[in-house]
Nanobody
Framework: EVQLQASGGGLVQPGRPLRLSCEAS????????IGWFRQAPGKEREGLSC????????AYADSVKGRFTISRDYARNIVYLQMSRLEPEDTGVYYC????????????????????WGQGTQVTVSS
């Protein structure tokens, strides 16, 4: 059974960091891409970052470039999203997704590029 478990969300003050984790099981981690998406209240789901575990390629949305970093732990089948200088606009439910690698642009922007989804973790940035 394929499972993606997103965790690490919470309430954080503006400017502070937070690290999200996406633990994968049930599929070959090294052959898949993992993407992070955000669903803010009243907005469409937005692709934030992705990593192609097959070759290490990464991509970031302009809204998070320079503030968020995606990384992987092959030994533990975990992909991290390290978020820094958080802003109230970063508030939302964060989802990780897994799927077969395609173009980096598709993996970054297109939710339908992914076959598997985690349950989401809430991030609230507020003072």
């Amino acid at each position: 059974e394929v499972q993606l478990q997103a965790s690490g969300g919470g309430l954080v003050q503006p400017g502070r960091p937070l690290r999200l984790s996406c633990e994968a099981s049930g599929f070959t981690f090294d052959d898949h891409a993992i993407g992070w998406f955000r669903q803010a209240p009243g907005k469409e789901r937005e692709g934030l970052s992705c990593i192609n575990n097959a070759n290490g390629d990464t991509a970031y949305a302009d809204s998070v470039k320079g503030r968020f970093t995606i990384s992987r732990d092959y030994a533990r089948n975990i992909v991290y999203l390290q978020m820094s200088r958080l802003e109230p606009e970063d508030t939302g439910v964060y989802y990780c997704a897994g799927g077969s690698p395609s173009t980096i642009w598709s993996m970054l922007t297109t939710a339908t590029s992914y076959d598997y989804w985690g349950q989401g973790t809430q991030v609230t940035v507020s003072s």
